[in-house]
């Protein structure tokens, strides 16, 4: 039976393991009395240090790395009124990206034929039969951190783009003040719904939108870019992120539409991404109920 200590003797030892989340019962205050004295030390010390490696592991994972925010809310009406870009700059802009090119679609000329080609749009832009057009633009570094540029957002509109071309290519000139830095397609993306810089590297990102209407359904589609080098990075497609049929006037009509958040954000690194899908029927007051989480189903 172990002897009975004085309480001037234990307290130390005491107060270790309250600081230990220990579940081994065969460790007890006996059987460290019965630890010669001169292990004693080394004993403590140990306890000590592991005591303050639970405490430093509970500092390190701030909780509010963990929280979900919002990147992009597609359920709410955006109102806010188109870009206007001053003439001047339109043209200092096109001449810098395109060869030659038309101001007025008036002058494309009818008896143009790309058809015979792989790809009559190139074919269009070739030949300058073009009327482009800046339709958005956005301020930050894009190709390198702290570069001060600007993205432009052009619609070509060639001139023999149909409703199937979406009307036209689209694509995205970044200028560092009067010189071309970069010029890549976009895959008919023609706006910038929100810049941001996700992974904290100094380089921003575009989340862009590219929308379309067919028999009075509305489709709209996501990415978010990078330009990193002057080359495109699709970093996440989203794909659709808004369908709305209540101008059909179909039977079951309905308005659908994405949440993109974002969460674990971590300096250096590009977090977590996330989409969840709701539904609303065509009341003027949208009432909107949760339907899915992931791309959005056709």
Same mark, same amino acid.
């Given at each position: ?40 030390? +080394? ?102 951190? @702290? ?40 895959? +008919? ?21 590219? @929308? ?39 039977? @079951? ?40 989480? @992931?791309?959005?189903?056709?």
């Amino acid at each position: 039976m172990c002897s009975a200590k004085s309480a001037d003797e234990v307290p130390s030892i005491l107060l270790v393991f309250a600081c230990l989340e220990v579940h081994n019962f065969g460790i007890s205050k006996c059987w460290l009395d019965r630890l010669p004295m001169k292990t004693m030390p +080394f004993i403590l010390l140990m306890l000590a240090l592991t005591c303050t490696g639970l405490v430093a592991q509970k500092q390190t994972t701030p909780a509010q790395q963990k929280l979900k925010q919002i990147l992009f809310d597609f359920r709410v009406e955006r109102t806010s009124a188109p870009t206007k870009i001053p003439l001047g700059t339109q043209r200092t802009v096109l001449s810098k990206v395109f060869r030659k090119y038309l101001t007025d679609e008036a002058k494309c000329n009818p008896q143009f034929d790309a058809s015979r080609g792989t790809d009559p749009l190139k074919a269009a832009r070739n030949a300058g039969q073009i009327v482009p057009a800046i339709v958005d633009m956005a301020s930050g570094s894009f190709t390198a951190p @702290g570069q001060a540029q600007t993205a432009y957002v052009i619609s070509v509109s060639e001139c023999n783009a149909s409703h199937a071309d979406n009307f036209g290519t689209k694509r995205v000139a970044i200028f560092s003040g009067q010189q071309l830095i970069a010029d890549v397609d976009v895959d +008919f993306r023609g706006s910038i719904v929100r810049k941001t810089d996700l992974n904290g590297d100094g380089l921003d990102e575009l989340l862009m939108a590219s @929308g379309d209407m067919n028999q009075g359904t509305i489709i709209e589609t996501a990415a978010l870019l990078d330009f990193q080098n002057g080359r495109l990075r699709i970093i996440e497609e989203f794909g659709t992120v808004t369908e709305d049929s209540c101008a059909s006037g179909a039977p @079951g009509s309905s308005s659908k539409a994405s949440v993109l958040s974002i969460s674990d954000v971590v300096p250096g690194k590009m977090p977590k991404l996330r989409i969840d899908n709701y539904e609303a029927t065509c009341r003027k007051a949208k009432r909107w109920r949760f339907l899915s989480t @992931g791309k959005m189903q056709d």
